[in-house]
């Protein structure tokens, strides 16, 4: 595998592929979605989700900022992109049969990013004590 294909699944794939995965499951109809108890806590699925999307879009600007460094503008950024997708995300369910737009939703989507936000900093804060 060249160096550019193995960089692209190593640092952009998983965030991509996150992404993906958020996508297809706002894209099932209410009527095909499954009736588990879990779902009864979609706001915290919602920052679960998020929270590792964000932590991914973190990861997937590394190699453009330096490693194992610590990037206020790395941080705005990936919550930038996890609001925004979120608010898409909400946007693209309103053309979901029996699925609607919920601006609670976008927001547990907002608080999983920086939940990410704040993961991210204890995690290379911690790295840089040691």
Do not use: C
């Not at 920052?47 to 610590?70: A, C, Q």
């Not at 995300?89 to 053309?95: K, P, S, T």
């Not at 609607?100 to 976008?106: K, L, R, Y």
Request: proline share 4%.
């Amino acid at each position: 595998m060249n160096k550019h294909l193995r960089h692209f699944f190593r640092y952009q794939f998983p965030a991509l592929g996150w992404a993906l995965i958020i996508f297809i499951g706002s894209s099932i109809p209410a009527r095909y979605f499954p009736s588990h108890t879990i779902f009864q806590y979609d706001k915290l699925i919602h920052i679960v989700l998020f929270m590792i999307f964000g932590i991914l879009v973190y990861r997937m600007l590394e190699p453009y900022s330096g490693r194992n460094s610590y990037s206020w503008a790395r941080i705005f950024f990936s919550i930038s992109v996890v609001v925004l997708y979120g608010v898409m995300d909400e946007f693209h369910q309103g053309y979901v049969p029996g699925r609607s737009v919920d601006v609670w939703d976008a927001a547990a989507d907002t608080f999983g990013g920086v939940l990410s936000a704040i993961i991210v900093y204890i995690f290379y804060h911690k790295r840089r004590i040691s």
